[in-house]
């Protein structure tokens, strides 16, 4: 087999910077109590975006941070998906209004719901930043880890992660946050024909906007340039898979975005080159996986010169077209020698990745249409090699000991009438994609 290029390559040297501090948080109970210290801490700004945001359990603590940052002046703000969080309890509206907590949701169902194409837009990334210097990306909703939408109450809590980030790329989750907070501002106040108010949004979008004057007055980055995140001593619960936190300095990352604009397919191209430019070993886990024709060839390529392929993915049954669309995927990579382990004990929504133990992604993105052709999504990148073992150890643990590998005769022996569920499905999404004009 010929030697292939280096994978840290793969994103681009331009992108890549250094001097990141990355902390690697494993569901809500690592995620949740990271985001309240921050959000305790904070001075000035915080900023939170998520598809999710259940009043419940353990979220809890996370609008009551909220509420009390913006009881002591600081300036909070919160967007939530219109699918995703469709309203808000009438208690927490009341809370956010007399705390002075700005809450916004992006893309509100009109009578019509999802029937309209445009409507399958959805803000699904979960970003926060609080002061300017501190950064949150990954696959968690504001969510109780033992709650599900789909599957109601979970006995073991559900499997995902999110990335604690201090650096240069948090500078680029401000803006992405900041013009995103303004053009709905804009749009709002234009909705109410208070015109004044909508231009003086659209002025905000300006490259240093408010927020930055705001931090330049004071010195946000006191108490992080010193700062070591070397993981929690004690050892994870035996009935678990859940791991202290574990993090890496001065590592080279960037910030990939996915929107219907700019940044069209970012994400999945340095999908594509890190899976191209494999040499040993890729490790994907994810909770909607239904790759197109190019992420397929991609997987099918790397098997075939050597590189092994493992994938983890959701073994519950949430959404039919998700688990019936996903099966003839399955059906074509098992048969080229890649390996498919669905998550046993609970379930899974992680967005991660590992290419040869070097390149590394953590992030909101499914590798499926509606992430790929149509949702707002956040993903963090790392060529960092410490980072991409602790990750790629992580991940082999869990497979190893929750995964359950799926073989290519099981899958073909299923009942017959699964099977036609599986092409139908599959038949579905292709034509709700012709018609949104895309292909997959």
């Not at 219907?260 to 996986?289: M, P």
């Not at 590992?354 to 590798?367: E, M």
């Not at 643990?397 to 590998?405: E, H, P, Y």
């Amino acid at each position: 087999m010929p030697p292939a290029p280096d994978p840290a390559a793969a994103s681009g040297p331009r992108w890549l910077r250094r001097g990141h501090q990355l902390l690697l948080l494993q569901g809500g109970q690592a995620f949740f109590p990271a985001l309240v210290e921050a959000m305790d801490a904070a001075r000035t700004v915080i900023h939170l975006e998520t598809y999710i945001f259940e009043f419940a359990g353990a979220a809890l603590t996370v609008a009551e941070a909220m509420e009390r940052a913006a009881r002591r002046g600081v300036t909070v703000r919160l967007v939530i998906d219109g699918v995703g969080t469709p309203s808000m309890p009438t208690e927490w509206r009341q809370r956010f209004a007399q705390a002075g907590v700005r809450w916004v949701t992006y893309a509100p169902l009109g009578r019509f719901g999802l029937l309209i194409p445009s409507s399958w837009r959805r803000l699904h990334r979960k970003l926060c930043v609080v002061d300017g210097t501190l950064g949150f990306c990954g696959g968690i909703n504001i969510i109780d880890d033992h709650e599900d939408v789909a599957l109601g109450h979970l006995q073991v809590p559900r499997l995902d992660f999110s990335l604690r980030v201090a650096g240069p790329l948090v500078d680029d989750m401000v803006d992405t946050m900041e013009q995103l907070w303004w053009r709905l501002q804009a749009v709002r106040k234009a909705r109410q024909r208070e015109f004044k108010a909508a231009w003086e949004a659209l002025r905000a979008l300006s490259p240093v906007g408010d927020f930055s004057r705001l931090l330049a007055a004071i010195d946000v980055r006191s108490g992080l340039s010193g700062a070591r995140w070397d993981g929690a001593a004690e050892s994870p619960d035996a009935d678990d898979d859940s791991l202290p936190p574990r993090g890496v300095n001065d590592a080279s990352a960037v910030l990939l975005l996915r929107d219907n604009v700019t940044h069209r397919s970012d994400i999945e191209r340095a999908y594509l080159k890190a899976i191209g430019r494999a040499r040993h070993d890729v490790v994907i886990a994810n909770a909607y996986f239904i790759p197109g024709r190019r992420l397929r060839k991609a997987l099918l390529l790397a098997a075939r010169r050597g590189v092994r392929v493992r994938l983890l993915l959701q073994g519950k049954y949430e959404h039919f077209l998700q688990y019936h669309a996903a099966r003839p995927v399955y059906h074509q990579l098992l048969q080229a020698g890649i390996e498919i382990h669905e998550y046993a004990p609970s379930a899974l929504h992680a967005k991660v990745a590992v290419v040869d133990r070097r390149w590394a992604t953590v992030g909101s993105t499914n590798l499926d249409p509606l992430s790929l052709l149509l949702a707002r999504e956040a993903n963090v990148l790392t060529t960092d090699r410490r980072f991409g073992s602790l990750l790629h150890d992580c991940l082999d643990t869990i497979m190893a000991r929750s995964g359950q590998r799926l073989d290519l005769q099981t899958l073909a022996h299923r009942p017959w009438r699964q099977r036609v569920l599986d092409r139908m499905a599959f038949g579905i999404m292709r034509a709700s994609l012709f018609v949104t004009g895309h292909r997959y």
